[in-house]
């Protein structure tokens, strides 16, 4: 075959420019850290970090729901947790009123404080989040017990204002949990809190210890109604604490997920990069040394 | 004696031999430029008797070198090259706009929406939630303006481009034909203009880059071109072509042609073609579609929702419906039904009472014609409220002390005066979402006599379509340990309470729940109550009620602060089959549409290379017969020398002969 310098000359500049536009993809990679830098270096792969990337964003809002679920239900636990330390000592004045060794005149003291603590139980029911009612349900924004008081300041009536039905938002790609709580559903679950401890109060003022007395059996359910509804929440809580390991546990593969696509493997890259550098060197030192010898160099 | 003569012959001929090869090399790297080679021919001598002896030699002609089958076939595979890198420019392009993956792309932005629509519905009323996803919806619409504005801006580019490369190819077949004339000149007179033809040759390959061309050789080396069986060159005559536009598309024809279009298939002009006519608008009409679905399915239930600031006093539509046209024709994705619903709640504020108004559409009917029956709909059925319109846009306004909705499925206080008999009645309340997918009746009996709270008392639930058969009886049965207010579990998430208070045995209520609130999703269409207006990648935006006031932001389905069942119906589209007739979620619909273009983009790189390959190949093949080798032209100079020096002393010899001759006289 018939061989002239410009053939030579364009294979040349041909190879050159494809072991640039290798070295710029390197380079690319190199200084991105990433094997994807546009959809079309790995169509397939790209897709797959895409819901990769997506699922993570989720699991990050399902975390963030955990999370202030998680606070409510502390914040839940804990009040329970007084609301029962009240109904303890409230049944202890029942205990000791329904004895004889007291006057009635010490029941009335008694009465006073039983009235007191129901202020206390309805405080507590009330408690709320950064604004948000706890025990309301959906209505958030209502305190959910109102009290009506007689003259002497007693109270007279609790009526729940909130609503029956709770919020529930996502914490899982097909599980809910309440972001609140339905207080007519913990304070007046089986037995009435509230009336009860009207009653109590009523029958300490009236002395009537017999009534005192029946009255404890009340008192006991609702107190179990409470610590039931501590159950719940604590057993709530842990499976809210599991799903959040499980998500946790999830997300990171998932950013495995991502690293192993899209991540470039730094040390295979360089390799590569010092190689083709050192080729394209080669091949420019060739082309700059006019390569050939020519019939010139002996005329 | 013609001994001199010889010898200047030979002189001349070695002359024409060394200035033909200096321009040779003096052209070794001219783009086109084929290495010539000199006709050496013997010059008869006169005929002297039976001997002829000749007259030396002389150049008669110069001529290309070159093979025919190699330039063609380098010239059809221009053709593809070209193509090819025309193609993967724009795809590049394109590709470039989605910029995927990253942070900033339309599927982040999708799903940064729905991740804050999943935040909100954990605390529906906090006003840092409901701005972060007013941000996130104007984000959205935000990109899908951006990727609109970037494949306009190529579809622009391109149709600049064909203007410039028609008129490329008018400039270049108009200097073919005249060089074409030139050549049929000289080679009328007897040469073979190598030099013309070299110049044209190279015309004709640019050409070639920008078009499919064929080319005839006809007699006097004169070339003839065609496209697609159209003629561009005849001889020495061009036809010019021009640009025309049918449907939005661009096409090629001949000017004075009476729109005959001319099939471009390959060259750059080719591939601009095929992304202005098909690539380009697919890809516009895909982020259309995308755009109207994400706009319709979010405001298909943001519509029937209501914000944290209750239910309206007064709405007014966004989008004006004018025309003619019936109203499923105008793109807002209305299906056409003559017996469509719509239930507007009116409330009384002071009671709280609510009433439900079942209307009926034809969305067949004209915008115009529609947007009347509407109102005159309302304002003949619907109480205190009153409809109007206004250059095409529907306004709604509640008398005072009323306000209207769309959104909650039944009528949440549903036992009207008389139908609980008993002495200091109870009153029922219904309450939570509707997940039934039809609408259905319920009857609601209490099968005893006795006192909410205290008495035992079976209720008897029977479930039918309006108007139809019972379709199944639930029992439910409560007694002491029933708290009033207390939530009794139906069916489909719906709840009934029951307050403090009487009922007597046969006492009855019933109460409609409906599976959906505006069968046709006319509200997205008039604009009432909407997330994102606007039809199209570019022109969807966030409605500017609920962007100026996130308080609009409609997640409920009654006015309660925590109430978020909207904002989990909106969530729960991110997962609905709702682009491309209920193919394709929205991200997957997204994605097969970045997929697309990328490994186009691939496939189409990898034949260019091929093809580059290829015409290098072919290019090397061509420069193997036609090139210019330096080292040859300089061998041929110093045999031409040879030949001068040899005529030189032949002369010296003659001469010498001579002046022995004369020496004799």
């Known amino acids: 075959m018939r061989v002239t310098q410009t053939m030579l000359d364009r294979n040349l500049v041909y190879g050159m420019n494809r072991d640039l536009e290798r070295l710029s993809k390197l380079n690319e990679q190199l200084s991105t850290g990433q094997r994807i830098n546009t959809f079309s270096d790995d169509v397939p792969g790209a897709d797959a970090v895409l819901r990769l990337q997506r699922a993570n964003g989720r699991i990050g809002t399902y975390l963030e729901n955990i999370d202030s679920a998680g606070s409510m239900l502390s914040s839940a636990t804990s009040t329970l947790q007084s609301v029962s330390e009240v109904m303890t000592q409230i049944r202890q004045l029942a205990v000791q009123a329904a004895t004889e060794t007291y006057s009635d005149t010490d029941r009335q003291i008694m009465a006073q404080g039983v009235d007191n603590m129901l202020n206390t139980l309805v405080s507590l029911a009330n408690v709320d989040l950064k604004g948000n009612y706890v025990f309301a349900g959906e209505a958030t924004h209502t305190s959910p017990y109102a009290v009506t008081k007689d003259a002497a300041g007693q109270v007279q009536s609790v009526t729940y204002q909130g609503e029956m039905v709770s919020t529930e938002a996502g914490v899982g790609p097909r599980s809910t949990t309440e972001m609140n709580l339905v207080g007519e559903g913990i304070f007046r679950r089986t037995g009435d809190i509230f009336r009860s401890v009207m009653q109590l109060r009523d029958a300490m003022k009236a002395g009537d210890t017999q009534a005192i007395n029946q009255l404890l059996g009340a008192l006991d359910t609702s107190h179990t109604d409470i610590t039931v509804s501590l159950g719940r929440l604590g057993e709530r809580q842990n499976q809210l604490q599991v799903m959040k390991a499980s998500l946790q546990t999830l997300k990171g593969l998932n950013d495995q997920g991502i690293a192993d696509k899209q991540g470039a493997d730094m040390a295979q890259v360089t390799v590569e990069y010092n190689s083709m550098q050192a080729l394209l060197q080669m091949v420019m030192k060739i082309a700059a040394q006019g390569a050939m010898p020519s019939i010139m160099d002996y005329m | 004696m013609a001994g001199l003569n010889i010898g200047v012959n030979a002189l001349r001929t070695a002359n024409q031999l060394i200035d033909m090869s200096g321009d040779n090399v003096a052209n070794a790297n001219t783009p086109g430029y084929h290495v010539k080679t000199a006709l050496v021919e013997p010059v008869l001598g006169p005929s002297t008797g039976p001997v002829r002896i000749g007259l030396g030699s002389t150049v008669t002609d110069v001529i290309r070198v070159r093979n025919e089958l190699v330039e063609r076939a380098l010239l059809t595979h221009t053709q593809l090259q070209e193509k090819l890198s025309q193609q993967v420019d724009i795809l590049s392009q394109l590709e470039s706009l989605f910029t995927e993956p990253s942070d900033g792309g339309l599927d982040a932005r999708l799903g940064d929406f729905f991740d804050a629509v999943d935040l909100l519905a954990s605390q529906p009323d906090d006003p840092t939630l409901r701005e972060a996803l007013a941000q996130k919806a104007y984000a959205v619409a935000d990109v899908f303006h951006r990727l609109d504005d970037g494949l306009q801006s190529v579809a622009n580019d391109l149709q600049s481009s064909t203007d410039s490369i028609v008129s490329q190819i008018n400039a270049l077949t108009d200097r073919i034909a005249a060089l074409n004339s030139q050549i049929q000149a000289v080679v009328t007179s007897g040469s073979s203009a190598p030099d013309l033809k070299d110049t044209r040759d190279q015309l004709i390959t640019e050409l ?458």
Not at chain 2, 277 to 282: F, S
Not at chain 2, 296 to 323: I, M, P, Y
Not at chain 2, 495 to 514: E, I, M, R, W
Not at chain 2, 553 to 582: E, F, I
């Open chain 2, 208 to 665: 070639a880059q920008l078009m499919n061309i064929t080319v005839y050789e006809g007699d006097y080396g004169v070339v003839s071109i065609s496209c697609s069986g159209a003629l561009l060159v005849d001889r020495n005559l061009s036809s010019p072509l021009r640009t025309i536009q049918e449907d939005g598309k661009t096409y090629i024809a001949a000017v004075g042609s009476i729109g005959q279009r001319i099939r471009v298939s390959e060259g750059r002009l080719a591939a601009i073609l095929e992304m202005a006519n098909d690539v380009v608008p697919r890809y516009q009409s895909s982020l259309d579609d995308l755009a109207d679905s994400f706009r319709r399915a979010v405001n298909l239930v943001h519509t029937t929702g209501v914000g944290a600031n209750g239910r309206f006093h007064a709405l007014e539509g966004t989008n004006a419906l004018l025309g003619m046209q019936p109203l499923s024709d105008l793109g807002y994705g209305v299906p056409a039904g003559t017996d469509e619903r719509l239930v507007i709640n009116v409330a009384d504020d002071a009671t709280g009472e609510v009433t439900q108004y079942e209307l009926s559409l034809d969305t067949t009917l004209s915008a115009d014609a529609f947007l009347i029956s509407l109102r005159d709909s309302i304002n003949a059925n619907v109480n205190h409220v009153t409809a109007s319109i206004d250059e095409g846009k529907l306004r709604l306004q509640a008398d005072s002390g009323y306000a209207f909705d769309f959104a909650l499925p039944y009528d949440p206080n549903p036992a009207r005066p008389g139908d609980i008999t008993a002495a200091n009645p109870t009153s029922p309340s219904i309450l939570d979402a509707y997940s039934g997918d039809r609408n259905l009746e319920y009857d609601v009996t209490f099968l005893n006599a006795g006192q909410i709270g205290t008495d035992p008392i079976t209720i008897q639930i029977q479930a039918r379509e309006p108007g139809g058969p019972v379709l199944r009886t639930l029992t439910r049965q409560i007694d002491a340990t029933y708290a009033p207010g207390g939530a009794i579990e139906l069916e489909n998430g719906l709840k009934l309470t029951l307050t403090a208070g009487n009922v007597a045995a046969g006492d009855s209520f019933s109460f409609v729940a409906h599976a959906s609130m505006d069968t046709a999703g006319v509200l997205d269409a008039l604009g009432l109550n909407t997330l994102f207006n606007g039809l199209g990648a570019g022109l969807i935006e966030v409605a500017d009620r609920v962007y100026q006031d996130p308080a609009n932001l409609a997640g409920a389905l009654r006015p309660v602060p925590g109430d978020n069942h909207r904002l989990l119906d909106m969530s729960a589209l991110r997962s609905a089959k709702s682009v491309a007739s209920g193919s394709a979620t929205l991200h997957e619909y997204y994605r097969s549409m970045v997929s697309d273009v990328a490994t186009t983009r691939s496939t189409r790189t990898v034949a260019q290379q091929n093809e580059d390959q290829l015409v290098k190949d072919l290019q090397n093949r061509r420069d193997s017969v036609s090139g210019v080798s330096v080292d040859e032209e300089m061998t041929r100079i110093m045999q031409s020398r040879t030949l001068y020096q040899g005529a030189l002393k032949y002369i010296s010899t003659i001469n010498q002969l001579m002046n022995d001759l004369f020496d004799l006289v």
